[in-house]
Nanobody, 120 residues
Framework: QVQLVESGGGLVQAGGSLRLSCAASGRSFSGAHMAWYRQAPGNKRELVATITSGGTSNYADSLKGRFTISRDNAKNTVYLQMNSLKPEDTGVYYC??????????????WGQGTQVTVSS
């Protein structure tokens, strides 16, 4: 089990930036594949970005170029840098950890989420 705690959400104007953090504890962080998901009001949760234990990252096609996922194994933390934010980026952002590099379904350990609100 990995315990995850997200932080860094808040209210920002369109065009602004936020950096989300997810601090992990418990099972080995360096061996975990990490991801950020988000859920907008009334919508299903969607995968935003992933980063493998080896540091390979992938993004939802619609977010490439604006969001960057990274990890610091020394700090047991994964980050999501979000730039050029749009109102449609509003939602609750969740951190996820898993030990199998498969992303077709939702499983693994989850944080409680952090709210991001982008005003127009």
């Amino acid at each position: 089990q990995v315990q995850l705690v997200e932080s860094g959400g808040g209210l920002v104007q369109a065009g602004g930036s936020l950096r989300l953090s997810c601090a992990a504890s418990g099972r080995s962080f360096s061996g975990a594949h990490m991801a950020w998901y988000r859920q907008a009001p009334g919508n299903k949760r969607e995968l935003v970005a992933t980063i493998t234990s080896g540091g390979t990252s992938n993004y939802a096609d619609s977010l490439k170029g604006r969001f960057t996922i990274s990890r610091d194994n020394a700090k047991n933390t994964v980050y999501l840098q979000m730039n050029s934010l749009k109102p449609e980026d509003t939602g609750v952002y969740y951190c996820n950890a898993r030990y199998i590099n498969i992303w077709a379904s939702e499983f693994g350990n989850w944080g409680q989420g952090t709210q991001v609100t982008v005003s127009s």
